[in-house]
């Protein structure tokens, strides 16, 4: 299994990961030490909820990376959904739709868990069910490679 592992020196490497359009919206959490690891991927969200930062690193990148998604809020109903990443299923306070600005003209959205507890809910999953995660989390760090890429390949502002 691909065993993600990194460190996060200091409070600049960490706002460094991040494109400069979205160092702008950055809230850091309040007392991180540094340096600190990081197993798989390192995730939080602003004190009022509306973003998710999600700070990653496959083994062939040079730093780690990091996006700021964006909540979109629905005023209906409660619904269920699946997480396009772990597809695990909740309720639309749970799953829902994140973006991403790609540039000042394109952005994306994704369907997955508003907390990005992706890795968590596949082992639990895979633990109830006498599974090996392996394959699961492969495939989920995959997916958020894509994302990635996809923001490499947008052209800039």
Partial sequence: MLELHFSIENES???????????????LPQGLPYPFS???????????????????????????????????????????????????????????MLSLNLNADTSVGYQICQDLRCIEKIEEASARAGKSPEKPIDQLYQRMARLFENMKQAKAD
């Fill in 13 to 27: 490497e960490l706002v460094n990961a991040f494109r400069l359009r979205d160092q702008k919206k950055l809230m």
């Fill in 38 to 96: 990081v197993r798989s991927y390192f995730t939080w969200q602003d004190p009022n909820g509306i973003y998710t930062y999600l700070v990653f690193k496959m083994p062939n990148w040079d730093m780690p990376r990091g996006v700021t998604l964006k909540r979109t809020t629905t005023n209906g109903e409660p619904t269920g959904g699946i997480c396009n990443w772990c597809h695990a299923y909740g309720s639309s306070d749970e799953i829902g």
